[in-house]
Nanobody, 115 residues
């Protein structure tokens, strides 16, 4: 089992910035992928950003140019830097880690962007 603990959510005004951090209880060096997803009220969970074992990244079109995902193997963390936040970014953000032995989710952290 792997525990993922998210932090950094909160309330911010439109145009502001937040950094979410996800700490894994196991080494992330050998992950397949690690990423951030979000779920807004009444909507399905969607991919926000993903980083592969090789360091390649993938972003949802709605966040390209505003969000940056980065991995720190030494700390077993994956951060999501979110800039130029919009009210439509309001959601619960979840960390996900895909290891060869299983797929794991964090408990989620709320991000609220006020207009």
């Amino acid at each position: 089992q792997v525990q993922l603990v998210e932090s950094g959510g909160g309330l911010v005004q439109a145009g502001g910035s937040l950094t979410l951090s996800c700490a894994a209880s196991k080494n992330i060096f050998s992950i397949n992928t690690m990423g951030w997803y979000r779920q807004a009220p009444g909507k399905q969970r969607e991919l926000v950003a993903l980083i592969t074992s090789g360091g390649s990244t993938n972003y949802a079109d709605s966040v390209k140019g505003r969000f940056t995902i980065a991995r720190d193997n030494a700390k077993n963390t994956v951060d999501l830097q979110m800039n130029s936040l919009k009210p439509e970014d309001t959601a619960v953000y979840y960390c996900n880690a895909d290891y060869w032995f299983g797929n794991f989710w964090g408990q989620g952290t709320q991000v609220t962007v006020s207009s």
